[in-house]
């Protein structure tokens, strides 16, 4: 199969390297800003913890074990706080941070807001957890205390997870970037947007938002965030899910539900907005909305992997973990660490479909080169045909000026072959120009190229070949061809066939893939008036232009 041209070859590559550079210079500024940002400000934000708590907070309350407290410190740790102000009490030791700003905390503890705190053994004081309103969220805060190594270790792991598994997300975000550049497939840009949603809403949902200092300054602009990401991210799924199963070769009518849930998703966020009253529906609502998704989409990708479209195979197995953590596990097993499943869940759903993606685009790719090369070979003898000659020749007439290397062309045509059909029929002349072909590839060496021209007409491209080198294996073609009979359905024929030779010479800065062609073409015309059978090189341009236009190419010698 031959190449793409150098012009949409250096388009691709180019477009794949912007975005490539596009993202390592977004990262390296982000990256930049954040060290710039902590070297001006303070660590610890100045707070004040006696601040009363709004009337709707949250409040918990630690009672002390029977004994008391222990001798040893004790950590609290709060996870998954709405945004803004958590107050951690006992007694008069107060400790307090914001939720979304990592500079407001407890330096010792990164997954959450958090303090330690020093009780007196045997005080039976109660820790009191202060924290904002969840009525929008739709979750429960999460409240890990006891030993202070325990809960750092654990703090430590929980870190960890969030880390990896977001860096898997950003990952597989440029990745998709990356495809969409290479090969503009809008599946791929469906599914960066889709990722860096769900990416953007975790980050917050799970407090990597705060770090090394908050992405978003407002509580209110996170709150809204959390709320109107998760149905962009919800559409995207659904959407790309459909796409990469080929759900709708089995369902045509599915090609509408790109426009449904997009319009699904929009229709609860402007509900956000404009019915404030009812913004403590959205949330519960939403993952409502999820779980019924989920089950829609399991048994649908199900049938359509029944069907033969192995596509939706990894659509099952990527969507299994969203649908868990989600799901019924959500507030029962999953319920001290939802907010890592939802991550893990989420940055295995990006991998399998990261994987789904590039074997469907790997399949396009295959099917491209398939009808690519279907237009570039001749049906009948396998030899690229006068299409691919023209994409190649001029490529490498300018590889052998650059390399100071000399290229030849030689023009074939077989003789009386209107004879031959004229008297045997037109099945008799096909298996001709089939062994005629095979013939001639049998002769090229590495990098030489035979193609047929059309009709009995074949072109050879001897790159490397001067004008002696290439007269001569004319010449061996022509001998070969003459003193071995073709075998064909009628019997064996004697066949023989008219040579023309054209180099590129030092001089011919001005020479092109037609003009060398048509040389070689003018010499196989005398050859065929000096008698047929022969080799003959060609004439100088001049010449070669005037006995083209006598006889233009195509025309069948006899």
Same mark, same amino acid.
């Given at each position: 199969?031959?190449?793409?041209?150098?012009?949409?070859?250096?388009?691709?590559?180019?477009?794949?390297?912007?975005?490539?550079?596009?993202?390592?210079?977004?990262?390296?500024?982000?990256?930049?800003?954040? =060290?710039?940002?902590?070297?001006?400000?303070?660590?610890?934000?100045?707070?004040?913890?006696?601040?009363?708590?709004?009337?709707?907070?949250?409040?918990?309350?630690?009672?002390?074990?029977?004994?008391?407290?222990?001798?040893?410190?004790?950590?609290?740790?709060?996870?998954?706080?709405?945004?803004?102000?958590?107050?951690?009490?006992?007694?008069?030791?107060?400790?307090?941070?914001?939720?979304?700003?990592?500079?407001?905390?407890?330096?010792?503890?990164?997954?959450?807001?958090?303090?330690?705190?020093?009780?007196?053994?045997?005080?039976?004081?109660?820790?009191?957890?202060?924290?904002?309103?969840?009525?929008?969220?739709?979750?429960?805060?999460?409240?890990?205390?006891?030993?202070?190594?325990?809960?750092?270790?654990?703090?430590?792991?929980?870190?960890?997870?969030?880390?990896?598994?977001?860096?898997?997300?950003?990952?597989?975000?440029?990745?998709?970037?990356?495809?969409?550049?290479?090969?503009?497939?809008?599946?791929?840009?469906?599914?960066?947007?889709?990722?860096?949603?769900?990416?953007?809403?975790?980050?917050?949902?799970?407090?990597?938002?705060?770090?090394?200092?908050?992405?978003?300054?407002?509580?209110?602009?996170?709150?809204?965030?959390?709320?109107?990401?998760?149905?962009?991210?919800?559409?995207?799924?659904?959407?790309?899910?459909?796409?990469?199963?080929?759900?709708?070769?089995?369902?045509?009518?599915?090609?509408?539900?790109?426009?449904?849930?997009?319009?699904?998703?929009?229709?609860?966020?402007?509900?956000?907005?404009?019915?404030?009253?009812?913004?403590?529906?959205?949330?519960?609502?939403?993952?409502?909305?999820?779980?019924?998704?989920?089950?829609?989409?399991?048994?649908?990708?199900?049938?359509?992997?029944?069907?033969?479209?192995?596509?939706?195979?990894?659509?099952?197995?990527?969507?299994?973990?969203?649908?868990?953590? =989600?799901?019924?596990?959500?507030?029962?097993?999953?319920?001290?660490?939802?907010?890592?499943?939802?991550?893990?869940?989420?940055?295995?759903?990006?991998?399998?479909?990261?994987?789904?993606?590039?074997?469907?685009?790997?399949?396009?790719?295959?099917?491209?080169?398939?009808?690519?090369?279907?237009?570039?070979?001749?049906?009948?003898?396998?030899?690229?045909?006068?299409?691919?000659?023209?994409?190649?020749?001029?490529?490498?007439?300018?590889?052998?000026?650059?390399?100071?290397?000399?290229?030849?062309?030689?023009?074939?045509?077989?003789?009386?072959?209107?004879?031959?059909?004229?008297?045997?029929?037109?099945?008799?002349?096909?298996?001709?120009?089939?062994?005629?072909?095979?013939?001639?590839?049998?002769?090229?060496?590495?990098?030489?190229?035979?193609?047929?021209?059309?009709?009995?007409?074949?072109?050879?491209?001897?790159?490397?070949?001067?004008?002696?080198?290439?007269?001569?294996?004319?010449?061996?073609?022509?001998?070969?061809?003459?003193?071995?009979?073709?075998?064909?359905?009628?019997?064996?024929?004697?066949?023989?066939?008219?040579?023309?030779?054209?180099?590129?010479?030092?001089?011919?800065?001005?020479?092109?893939?037609?003009?060398?062609?048509?040389?070689?073409?003018?010499?196989?015309?005398?050859?065929?008036?000096?008698?047929?059978?022969?080799?003959?090189?060609?004439?100088?341009?001049?010449?070669?232009?005037? =006995?083209?236009?006598?006889?233009?190419?195509? =025309?069948?010698?006899?």
């Amino acid at each position: 199969m031959l190449n793409l041209p150098r012009a949409a070859r250096f388009r691709r590559f180019a477009l794949a390297g912007a975005a490539l550079l596009l993202g390592m210079a977004g990262a390296s500024h982000a990256m930049a800003v954040s =060290v710039e940002r902590l070297q001006g400000v303070p660590f610890l934000v100045a707070l004040d913890c006696a601040v009363p708590a709004p009337a709707d907070a949250q409040q918990v309350r630690i009672e002390a074990p029977p004994e008391g407290w222990p001798a040893w410190s004790q950590s609290v740790l709060v996870l998954d706080a709405p945004p803004g102000l958590v107050t951690i009490r006992r007694g008069d030791e107060v400790r307090c941070g914001l939720s979304f700003d990592a500079r407001s905390t407890d330096a010792r503890l990164r997954s959450g807001t958090g303090t330690q705190l020093n009780p007196a053994p045997g005080s039976r004081e109660p820790i009191i957890v202060t924290a904002p309103s969840n009525r929008w969220l739709g979750w429960a805060m999460t409240i890990r205390y006891g030993d202070a190594a325990a809960v750092q270790r654990e703090d430590t792991l929980r870190f960890a997870l969030r880390i990896g598994g977001f860096a898997v997300l950003i990952a597989m975000v440029l990745s998709s970037l990356l495809l969409f550049g290479n090969v503009r497939d809008r599946a791929s840009l469906v599914f960066a947007a889709t990722i860096a949603a769900f990416s953007l809403w975790i980050g917050l949902r799970t407090g990597l938002a705060a770090w090394p200092r908050p992405w978003i300054d407002s509580p209110d602009w996170v709150h809204g965030a959390i709320l109107t990401l998760p149905p962009l991210a919800m559409a995207g799924i659904c959407s790309v899910a459909i796409t990469h199963s080929r759900a709708e070769r089995v369902f045509p009518h599915l090609r509408w539900s790109h426009w449904i849930v997009g319009m699904l998703a929009l229709l609860a966020i402007l509900g956000w907005f404009l019915w404030p009253p009812g913004r403590e529906l959205v949330y519960p609502a939403l993952r409502g909305f999820a779980v019924l998704m989920l089950m829609v989409l399991l048994p649908l990708m199900a049938y359509v992997l029944y069907r033969g479209y192995r596509g939706a195979l990894a659509v099952l197995i990527g969507l299994l973990p969203p649908l868990l953590s =989600v799901g019924p596990m959500y507030d029962d097993w999953l319920r001290a660490w939802r907010s890592e499943a939802m991550l893990l869940a989420g940055a295995w759903f990006a991998i399998t479909m990261t994987v789904a993606m590039s074997l469907r685009i790997g399949a396009l790719r295959r099917q491209r080169d398939q009808l690519r090369a279907l237009a570039e070979r001749d049906a009948l003898t396998g030899l690229p045909n006068r299409r691919a000659l023209a994409e190649v020749l001029p490529r490498r007439i300018d590889e052998a000026r650059a390399q100071g290397r000399p290229l030849s062309v030689v023009f074939a045509d077989l003789d009386r072959f209107k004879a031959i059909n004229d008297q045997y029929g037109h099945a008799v002349g096909d298996e001709v120009l089939v062994e005629t072909a095979r013939r001639l590839g049998e002769h090229l060496r590495g990098g030489e190229i035979a193609a047929r021209h059309g009709g009995e007409e074949f072109v050879l491209l001897l790159p490397g070949a001067d004008g002696a080198r290439a007269l001569a294996a004319a010449e061996r073609i022509r001998a070969a061809m003459a003193l071995t009979p073709i075998e064909t359905s009628a019997g064996p024929l004697a066949v023989t066939a008219s040579f023309g030779v054209a180099t590129l010479s030092d001089g011919d800065t001005d020479a092109h893939g037609d003009a060398l062609v048509a040389r070689a073409d003018a010499a196989m015309y005398r050859a065929k008036q000096a008698g047929r059978n022969r080799v003959e090189a060609a004439a100088d341009r001049n010449r070669a232009a005037a =006995v083209r236009e006598r006889h233009p190419p195509g =025309v069948a010698r006899r």
